[in-house]
């Protein structure tokens, strides 16, 4: 079977070798050559244009990201055209029958305005909420690709810490436009973050007074986010995602391993044209199906939940997903407070919100550092992780996800109650209890289902994969024929880089560099490592072909036979 | 501590050749990419004909929805409403979206119908090179940042980098300082003015809420439940009336006596079984009135903290940690809810400078 | 006649004739049947003594031989008909098993047997009649009516019934129910006479113009034309599902289709 060249070169693809016939530049003229001669385009073009980028589903998801921010850009300009960011108050005169007469403040009369007498003005409304929804969604799911491939490692840390920049200013992006209309909901979520920040110790009430320019809810906190909302955070991100961006193209992507693949190349498409049309098409897919969400989907009705009234709350009152598992800490956390002399301490408050959310991002900026401390594994990493080929970490990121989708879930507690007939208190008491049993049940499990796909890995590395055929031996056994696993996908499974649980307590790395804490590493080491299951060795695998080869149906008896040959092997073949 | 290995692609451990290494870590050969296979619209023309086909139809769908899209800009009324799928619609929100998403959706599926399918599909491979700096350049760079570090004469004036450290530092401050004025300083006095006080006062009528008719006693029912305000609430206008009504807002309920406890020293804060409570929830203040009349229980909506009115307003369940403050009533000679004083505690959620001492708690007299 | 004759099998005709025999049924039950407020409040000797065996079989086993109440149920002197009204026409009573709370059902009593009962039950001491039409009638109300009803909903229902009306969570399993599609009547009734949890919201406090314009409000709430399927109404929550389901699961689809290999030749 003819192959191409291991590892090929693009420079059959860099020289322009069009065909007469063929459309295309015959040669450097005109106004690129003006514009080249001007800012060197042609030094850019060859950069970039044919940098290749690796085909898979989930290296796609930062692109959704990507392309809801800029739908939140174009649909935002929209929307800053009619929005008034004012607290002064009104008496609404529009054409919604069921407010007339209504005072309310500026900024949510322009809301019904942009609602009910803009054409297309509700529409590009929603399509900026639903945006804003994916966008935070997106992002998380992108976040979590990243973790479960290891994408993070070297020398990828610095992109991962934009990452989690990322992320946390995208929750205050959408918290304060979820508070701009300055209906109901968006009043009712300003009052909880006012509850929230009086809860700080020492400088609560003075970041209180400062935030709201005075008393809640004061007359300029929306002209403040409006700010926030449109200019600071946005301008933040944009700055962010360039360096996230520049990062990335500067790396080259990572790929997951298959035949070919290795630390050392890219394999997949260039960018013109291939990735341009499906980035860019994939840039209008987002669009259209946010358009068609915004079309056929109700978001956040202000109209429903009318003006801002400090005397009025409705029933389902919920921030927007992305702080649904802060609101479901605060809600399931007990009434702690202490008060020592002439001050209040509002742990039920502070903990489960500032603090907790403090906690998650710094658990997540740490991580890369943690685990690299942990590996010291100081080399280069461009092929991704199979999540089995780690099975703690994989582990221990479900069990995240279980922990925040618990909080999460609590956030809901009483839809849940009203949905599924059961009481609310019971729903709390339970919640109370799995946030923290549920994310140590889903590490057992997860580990445990990674440890077995290993060992499945390993069995069909050794003796081939099952044929379905079944043989029956001359004394009237019954045994299934094995056949060997293609070298495709052998090299496919050995691909990752294996780590020897730390067999002492060492305080040195192997570079010579000291290691701090060592008792406490070495133990984490331990607890990382020491159940994966080893791949064969290159001699174990020889030994094991050799053993039962092709021609011969493999006996499943004898499989755990050549299971401890091989071990011996593998002790034997060292050298 | 820079050493060049750190750079090298492959893992390597310092007491292995890289060779061995590489042996241990893969153990299987490299097969390389997998052979081209060409592709079904590339090797049968009709099936070719009908990708190109395919994506010609979708781009020119676009125009036709565009112009749509415009035609129901300016045709469609804005009131009009349209019934699908038991749904009734806003017409013009509807028919934009389908028009304007399904020629955007076109767009985009068109573009990557073409790449699939017409674009030429070889994958190539891109070499990579480490990240860090190879070891010559490595030793250029610093040379460069020597020389710059040496012209800067930094080594024999040590003052300047200091000084230059110093001057930036405290440059901050008054950057800092300017937002002083963001808002009023919470002192003790201001205080004492604002989140500590409400207008509620002795001789203040309890009013509805929204109508701000006044209440007698003798119109409420046992088992009722009044959002009402302080009568001088209505003087109050734009956001000072709002600022009031997040503190002075109350519920006013009315239980059978013989049901309920009452501590001696709130003897005469009720009115036969009627009794006023703040309606901002002391956890985070959302205000509260989900009143359940059977239990005396008053749930928060927002993070369900229960509160029983039945026994001064302490909390049952929930993350609330305080007792709602209740409001001291009386009538007056026409018979009209009055309040016999302000509250006696700050309502609201709790703050750092808060004294809670003086709340009420379950058991006290 | 022959006009009729020859017209009976017109496509329209048994359209027609249903819309006619309805009217007619109509005007006969209006003619013949007591208003509801006379019935309620001047019951006759006839009805209460039917109402007071009809009691004896469907109540008294919670509520009591005299309407004074069991561990089962609470006491029903003073609830007024206006309470018997309400509970029986929304299938709420009698309740088919004890729980939290009565859910609503299909009410299989005749307006005889409730009329009945509800005449014995306000014998027992002095509550809420059921009410004359006109006290809840919304037809008439100009717009600032509606948006001060809208208002009132806000201050006084929505905590538990949810902005949309479409009802919310209490404590221990109970809830306050959807608002969606019932009677202005039973909206009236339930805010005179509290039942179950809610409390009762008192002609001193809020007077019949403005139940009306409450009930004006919810009815031309429900009659707004939607920005799109509702979702529920339950807010943030099911919109963070259905973003999470239709955007990224979507999305996801599409980004598998766009990643993988089309149909190759061999």
């Known amino acids: 079977m003819a192959r191409p060249a291991k590892i090929s070169t693009t420079s059959e693809y860099d020289v322009p070798s069009t065909p007469p016939e063929e459309p295309g530049f015959r040669q450097f003229s005109g106004f690129p050559a003006w514009l080249d001669e001007r800012v060197g385009v042609g030094k850019i073009v060859k950069f970039g244009l044919r940098k290749v980028f690796p085909d898979h589903w989930s290296f796609l998801l930062g692109e959704i990201a990507l392309y809801s921010f800029i739908v939140l850009l174009l649909t935002g300009v929209f929307l800053t055209i009619w929005f008034k960011p004012s607290m002064a108050e009104v008496e609404y005169t529009g054409t919604y029958q069921l407010m007339r007469g209504l005072p309310m403040s500026e900024a949510f009369e322009s809301a019904l305005r942009i609602s009910f007498d803009i054409r297309g003005g509700l529409l590009v409304r929603q399509i900026h909420h639903w945006a804003a929804i994916l966008f935070v969604a997106a992002l998380t799911a992108h ?67 400062f935030v709201f320019g005075g008393e809640f809810p004061g007359s300029i906190l929306i002209s403040r986010l409006y700010m926030v909302h449109i200019l600071l955070i946005p301008g933040i991100l944009l700055a962010l995602i360039a ?53 056929l989907m109700t978001i956040n009705p202000v109209w429903v939940f009318g003006p801002y009234n400090p005397a009025q709350v409705t029933a389902g009152s919920q921030p927007d997903w992305y702080m649904g598992w802060v609101e479901g800490a605060v809600r399931i956390m007990p009434g702690w407070e202490s008060h020592w002399g002439g001050t209040t301490w509002s742990w039920n408050v502070f903990v489960p919100s500032v603090l907790l959310m403090g906690l998650l991002f710094t658990v997540l900026g740490l991580y890369p550092f943690i685990e690299r ?150 133990r984490l080491s331990r607890w990382y490592f020491s159940s994966d299951v080893a791949k064969p060795s290159r001699a174990a695998l020889e030994a094991a072909h050799h053993h039962d080869g092709p021609a011969e149906p493999t006996d499943i008896e004898s499989g755990t036979k050549a299971d401890i040959l091989d071990d011996q092997l593998e002790t034997d073949a060292h050298r | 501590m820079s050493s060049t290995r750190n750079n090298d692609l492959t893992p390597a451990r310092s007491e292995q050749s890289d060779d061995d290494e590489a042996w241990d870590q893969y153990p ?89 399918d017409i674009m030429g599909d070889h994958e190539i491979s891109e070499e990579r090179h480490p990240a860090g700096t190879d070891p010559a350049d490595r030793k250029d760079a610093l040379a460069m940042v020597n020389a710059g570090v040496s012209e800067s004469n930094v080594g024999r004036r040590k003052l300047l980098l200091g000084g230059l450290g110093g001057a930036l530092g405290i440059v901050a401050v008054p950057a800092i300082v300017l937002f002083a004025d963001m808002g009023p300083w919470p002192v003790k006095a201001v205080r004492r003015e604002t989140i500590e006080r409400t207008i509620w006062a002795e001789g203040v009528r309890l009013v509805n809420d929204v109508t701000y008719r006044p209440l007698k006693a003798s119109d409420l029912e046992i088992g009722q439940l009044v959002n009402a305000e302080p009568e001088n609430l209505k003087d109050l206008h734009s956001h000072e009336q709002l600022v009031e009504k997040a503190k002075s807002a109350i519920v006013i309920v009315r239980m059978d006596p013989h049901t309920i406890k009452i501590p001696d020293s709130r003897k005469d804060w009720q009115v036969g079984g009627i009794l006023a409570y703040s309606k901002i929830c002391t956890h985070v203040g959302c205000p509260i009135s989900l009143w359940e009349q059977q239990t005396h229980h008053l749930l928060c909506p927002c993070h369900q903290s229960t509160f029983d009115l039945g026994n001064s307003g302490v909390v049952v369940f929930g993350p609330a940690a305080r007792s709602l403050p209740q409001l001291p009533i009386t009538t007056d000679s026409e018979g009209y809810l009055i309040a016999r004083s302000g509250f006696t505690v700050p309502v609201a959620p709790s703050y750092f400078e808060r004294d809670s001492r003086n709340d009420y708690k379950d058991g006290d007299r | 006649m022959r006009f009729l004759t020859t017209r009976r099998r017109h496509r329209a005709a048994k359209p027609l004739l249903l819309a006619f025999a309805l009217l007619v049924m109509g005007a006969f039950y209006v003619a013949v049947s007591p208003a509801p407020q006379v019935s309620a409040d001047a019951g006759t000797s006839g009805q209460v003594a039917a109402g007071k065996n009809l009691f004896a079989v469907t109540c008294s086993s919670c509520h009591g031989l005299n309407g004074e109440g069991t561990k089962q149920g609470p006491s029903l002197v003073g609830v007024g008909a206006a309470a018997v009204d309400f509970q029986m026409s929304t299938g709420r009573m009698p309740m088919a098993h004890p729980g939290a709370q009565a859910p609503r ?68 399993g109970k809830y306050a129910p959807s608002l969606h599609g019932v009677e202005p009547l039973h909206i009236y009734e339930a805010m005179r006479t509290g039942p179950q949890q ?24 429900e009659k707004q034309p939607s920005a799109g399927f509702s979702l529920g109404s339950i807010g943030p929550v099911s919109e963070g599902l259905f973003g999470w389901i239709i955007g990224i699961g979507g999305l996801s689809l599409f980004a598998v289709w766009i990643a993988s290999r089309g149909a190759r030749a061999r």
């Open chain 3, 198 to 221: 809610m409390p009762v919201f008192s002609a001193g406090a809020i007077p019949d113009h403005d139940v009306a314009s409450i009930i004006g409000y919810l009815k031309n709430l």
């Open chain 1, 373 to 522: 401390w942990i590996t010291r594994d100081n080399s280069e990493h461009h092929l991704l992780d199979r999540p089995r080929d780690v099975p703690t970490r994989t582990a221990l990121g479900v069990a995240g996800m279980t922990c925040y989708a618990m909080f999460w879930i609590a956030g809901g507690n009483d839809i849940l109650a009203t949905h599924f007939k059961v009481s609310l208190n019971a729903v709390t008491y339970f919640m109370r209890v799995a946030v923290f049993v549920a994310p140590i049940i889903a590490f057992i499990v997860t580990k445990r289902i990674c440890l077995g796909l290993q060992r499945k890995d390993r069995e069909r590395l050794l003796h081939g994969g099952e044929s379905g055929v079944i043989d029956r031996s001359l004394i009237g056994g019954y045994s299934e024929a094995h056949t060997p696993i293609s070298q495709d996908e052998a090299w496919t499974i050995t691909q990752q880089r294996q780590f020897e649980p730390a067999a002492e307590v060492e305080t040195v790395d192997a570079d010579g560099q000291p290691i701090k804490w060592p008792k406490l590493r070495a």
């Open chain 1, 243 to 295: 360096a996230h961006m520049t990062l990335l193209v500067y790396h080259k992507h990572t790929q997951f391993p298959g035949p070919g693949r290795t630390d050392k190349n890219v394999v997949g498409y260039p960018l013109f044209p291939v990735y341009m049309a499906k980035a860019g098409g994939f840039f209008f897919i987002v669009f259209g199906v946010l358009i068609l969400m915004g079309a």
């Open chain 1, 143 to 209: 976040m979590l690709r990243v973790f479960f491939t290891g994408a993070f490692r070297k020398p990828r840390e610095l992109n991962w810490l934009i990452g989690v920049g990322l992320m946390a200013l995208s929750l205050i992006a959408g918290f304060s436009g979820y508070s701009l209309p300055d209906d109901l909901l968006s009043g009712t979520g300003l009052r909880f973050v006012d509850g929230l920040i009086r809860s700080i110790p020492l400088i609560g009430t003075w970041a209180e007074f």
């Open chain 3, 105 to 172: 059902r299909v009410n299989t009593y005749t307006a005889e047997e409730i009329a009945a009962l509800s005449a014995y039950v306000a014998t027992l001491g002095p509550g809420p009649s059921i009410p004359n039409s006109s006290a809840y009638d919304y037809s008439k109300l100009t717009d600032e009516d509606l948006a001060r009803g809208g208002e009132l909903f806000r201050t006084n229902c929505s905590a538990c019934h949810n902005a949309s009306g479409i009802g919310g969570a209490l404590p221990e």
């Open chain 2, 28 to 116: 299987v050969e490299n097969p390389g990419i997998e052979p081209h296979v060409e592709r079904y619209t590339d090797v049968n023309k009709a099936a070719g004909d009908r990708a190109y086909r395919k994506v010609i139809t979708m781009f020119a769908l676009v125009p036709i929805l565009a112009i749509l899209f415009v035609v129901v800009y300016f045709a469609v009324p804005k009131d009009a409403a349209i019934s699908l799928l038991g749904t009734d619609f806003k017409a013009q929100t509807l028919l934009f979206g389908l028009t304007g998403g399904l020629a955007v959706l076109l767009i985009g599926v068109a573009a990557v119908t073409w790449a699939r």
